[in-house]
């Protein structure tokens, strides 16, 4: 059987958007996935689903409002690169925005822990499949 003539197994797409909230001091905010959602504990970037009708850009403000308290604009959300990444029941594609200025506190408004890390520190916390691809891009511009 030809490589091509293999069957596929067919996976929802699911589009989530993540977000590198990066302070003054040059530190990346990450957040602990809460008990009780898929993967709990982890340590993630910021961000969620986008929702029909949202572009990604629209979907992080939101999720980064709803999650954290904070406020941003489209044009401070610069895209540096994206995970595409299979699981069990979906794929997962996940745009990766950096974002230098926001208004606001960033807090756990969903019960999740906060943590500001300096990028040649994100390893040392274990992370989604979906996201390890993105720390040595966050390295190489921080």
Known sequence: MAETDT?????????VVACALVDADGRVLITQRPEGKTLAGLWEFPGGK????EVPEE???RELH???GIE???SC??????????YEKFHLLMPLYVCRRFWGIPEGREGQALKWVRP??????????????LIPFLTDLL
């Open 120 to 133: 040649n520190r994100l390893r040392d916390y274990p992370m989604p499949p979906a996201d390890e691809p």
């Open 66 to 68: 709803e999650e954290l």
């Open 77 to 86: 959300l610069a895209p540096l690169t994206f995970a595409s990444f299979s």
């Open 7 to 15: 069957p596929k197994i067919e996976k929802p797409m699911v589009l």
């Open 50 to 53: 986008v929702d029909p009708g």
């Open 59 to 61: 979907a992080l403000i």
């Open 72 to 74: 941003t604009k489209t």
